[in-house]
């Protein structure tokens, strides 16, 4: 089975900095597309970057220039590199990879961004 485990989260001021890992069980190019996605209570889960075999990073429109999406094959791992952090970036990011008609997600991890 595929495990994905999140980590990175935390409190950050406005304007700070946070990178997001996931470390997958299986290999990162064995999916076809990694995400990462976001939720706030109460409303519903928001793609915010999704990275494709072969291809390039494709973010929401609220994170360009913010957010970048990486991967490392070597240590089977997709990150989030999140600067300049607003208040409205607080949420749970999960990462998420896709194989086919197949999704697989990790447990989240809170992203809190507060003076």
């Known amino acids: 089975q595929v495990q994905l485990v999140e980590s990175g989260g935390g409190l950050v001021q406005p304007g700070g900095s946070l990178r997001l890992s996931c470390a997958s069980s299986?290999?990162?190019?064995?999916?076809?597309?990694m995400h990462w996605y976001r939720q706030v209570p109460g409303k519903q889960r928001e793609l915010v970057a999704s990275f494709p075999r072969g291809g390039r990073p494709n973010y929401v429109d609220s994170v360009k220039g913010r957010f970048t999406m990486s991967r490392d094959a070597g240590k089977k791992t997709a990150s989030l590199q999140m600067n300049s952090l607003k208040p409205e970036d607080t949420a749970v990011y999960y990462c998420k990879a896709s194989r086919y008609d197949t999704d697989y997600w990790g447990q989240g991890t809170q992203v809190t961004v507060s003076s």
């Open positions: 299986e290999s990162i190019l064995s999916f076809n597309v």
